[in-house]
């Protein structure tokens, strides 16, 4: 898990920002480069998993891409995590208040 200071300035720069970097070429991170981007923390064991796009909605997540549980007025996205897994999720950004109590040997990057 991914975790940063603050879950929507993530998301809103420094993601964008490694998207438009790679779009043209297409997205391929791995989830040690995202979690150093985002200030995150990361099992050491995750760092080289290769990251291929980026969903924070399972519903229309890819196999390989990571996913980024956002907390909206709505929805939260801490509650898919499980989700996201079960559906080829390499990683997932969660924020460390809500990170879920089975995390131990999932690829989370876990961000304040």
Aim: proline residues 1%.
């Amino acid at each position: 898990m991914l975790s940063c200071r603050s879950f929507r300035s993530f998301l809103s720069c420094r993601l964008e920002v490694l998207l438009l970097r790679d779009s043209a070429a297409g997205f391929r991170m791995t989830l040690g480069e995202i979690a150093e981007a985002c200030e995150g923390e990361l099992e050491e064991a995750w760092a080289s998993a290769v990251a291929t796009g980026v969903s924070t909605d399972t519903r229309r997540l890819h196999a390989g891409e990571l996913f980024v549980a956002l907390t909206g007025a709505r929805q939260n996205g801490h509650g898919y995590v499980d989700a996201a897994f079960e559906r080829g999720a390499v990683g997932v950004v969660v924020a460390r208040s809500k990170r879920p109590a089975e995390a131990k040997g999932r690829s989370l990057v876990v961000v304040d």
